[in-house]
């Protein structure tokens, strides 16, 4: 059986496969933390698969419990010192600042190198592109397109030697012609044309703008190839594509805050959704395929990262707040009892947060509303 295929079991329960999905997402995130708390020293008191309240200790490694725990979701590292105990050796709190810091941000870390993992494989298996005619969109004032007479509306048939149709062979065909004249034959109004183009090489390149100066798209498309690439070329596509992503996310977040407290802007319904409504939004991604659900495994898993290094009480990022305080204070610490309690109070409060949001998610799916923004 295909794996296309293996999704039709799921049918009308689709919405099941986020629990899979988040419970390898919050896995690996503690994994990070398990193997950072080892490789600094700090003694580890149990590995839980799933969340309390515990079911059964499968077994007990170097005094490291693994244990199963009854809900399905993720899994926890429990390590000694965390809730500010006293400052004994193997404990958390006993450790240096930077030792601290390495244990708190490795689990973002790790959902950093799970997305690249997954958008690596995603283009080793074979990227869809669309083939058709290449059309130009716009033409950028002041560059080589425009000194060589190209306009919207133009389609490219060829660059070089290099018949174009699809976007990737006019970048890679662009990209063999860096800094040199090159004949582009495009169609106009019916009829051909040959104009003489230079594209700018990297460092002429404006910000924002291509090597030749065009915005392109397919015009009809007339069918789809699979782009192949090799591991290496997949590997680093995948990290380009997660730093782009998680930069996009980024400002993204910063818009949100920015509107929540200037109110410049109304904070779009459904811009801030809980397990329910992933779990929605995972249904409808896994009724295309299980690629766009493993693109969406990997989008998942940089918001994971990022949110997790807001400064938040609770969160990593909060956690690492108090050691860089630590550190600008000239390494005097907040006791470790305080920071326990801040911390208590801030998972309080997220853990009230997101039963409002769970709430307004429910509303939203029962009233047929949309899961997006805009939607």
Do not use: C
């Amino acid at each position: 059986m295909s794996l296309a295929a293996g999704w039709q079991w799921l049918s009308g329960w689709e919405w099941l496969a986020v629990i899979p999905m988040l419970s390898v997402l919050v896995f690996f995130h503690e994994l990070g933390h398990f193997l950072a708390a080892l490789l600094v020293g700090v003694r580890v008191e149990e590995f839980g698969l799933g969340y309390p309240p515990r079911l059964l200790v499968l077994f007990e490694h170097r005094g490291v419990k693994v244990t199963l725990n009854w809900l399905p979701f993720g899994g926890f590292v429990r390590l000694a010192g965390e809730s500010g105990e006293p400052n004994e050796p193997g404990s958390l709190v006993s450790k240096k600042g930077w030792q601290r810091f390495l244990v708190f941000a490795s689990g973002p870390a790790m959902n950093l190198v799970v997305a690249v993992v997954l958008y690596g494989a995603l283009f080793a298996s074979g990227i869809p592109e669309p083939v058709g005619p290449v059309v130009v969109e716009g033409v950028a004032p002041g560059s080589p397109a425009e000194l060589a007479g190209l306009q919207p509306g133009d389609v490219l048939l060829s660059i070089g030697e290099v018949e174009v149709r699809s976007l990737s062979a006019v970048q890679q065909a662009t990209l063999q012609n860096l800094g040199r004249e090159v004949t582009v034959v495009v169609e106009r109004a019916g009829k051909r044309a040959s104009v003489q183009v230079r594209p700018r090489t990297r460092e002429e390149i404006p910000h924002g703008q291509g090597p030749m100066g065009v915005t392109i798209t397919i015009g009809e498309v007339e069918g789809v190839v699979i782009q192949r690439v090799g591991l290496l070329k997949a590997a680093w596509l995948g990290v380009e594509r997660a730093l782009l992503l998680i930069g996009a996310l980024a400002q993204g977040l910063g818009q949100m805050v920015l509107a929540l407290f200037t109110r410049a802007a109304p904070v779009p319904e459904g811009a801030l959704s809980g397990p329910v409504g992933i779990a929605r939004l995972t249904g409808e991604v896994v009724r295309s395929g299980w690629l766009p659900f493993l693109d969406f495994t990997g989008f998942l898993s940089l918001n994971f990262a990022l949110l997790n290094l807001l400064p938040l009480p609770a969160l990593d990022g909060g956690r690492i707040a108090f050691v860089v305080a630590e550190w600008l204070r000239g390494g005097r610490r907040v006791p470790p009892e305080r920071e326990a309690l801040v911390h208590f109070i801030g998972m309080v409060a997220l853990i009230a947060l997101m039963l409002v949001v769970s709430y307004l998610d429910i509303v939203r799916w029962l009233q047929g509303r949309p899961i997006l923004p805009g939607g």
